[in-house]
């Protein structure tokens, strides 16, 4: 399963510097990677990773791919959370949602 993630265009892109730290600050140890096939953040001791759509170290999109028996709870609740607070929405076949805060539970479209 996956999760895509998008900066509205209303919002400055972020950097990879930005991200990290955000993903810090949830507490994972993030680790980046610049491949010839495209950027990757791995999290120490999740199955779950994120691919970056990055140029020259700025980024307006990502794509969650969920580990094996990950899809619900953590990592996934964190990684949006540290993705809400640097702007970031969610996207799906209807298109660009907030990421909520709503009774404590990041990643549901608000209504």
Not at 26 to 44: A, C, M, Q, R
Request: contains cysteine; negative net charge.
């Amino acid at each position: 399963m996956e999760t895509q993630l998008v900066i509205p265009h209303s919002e400055a892109p972020s950097t990879i510097t930005q991200i990290l730290d955000a993903l810090r600050k949830v507490h994972f140890e993030p680790n980046h990677e610049s491949k010839t096939w495209g950027d990757w953040i791995y999290l120490y001791g999740f199955r779950t990773v994120i691919s970056i759509d990055c140029i020259n170290g700025i980024s307006h999109g990502a794509t969650i791919e969920h580990g094996e028996n990950e899809e619900e709870g953590e990592p996934l609740d964190s990684i949006l959370h540290a993705f809400a607070k640097l702007g970031w929405h969610g996207i799906d076949e209807n298109g660009e949602y907030p990421l909520s805060y709503r009774c404590g539970k990041v990643g549901s479209k608000e209504s």
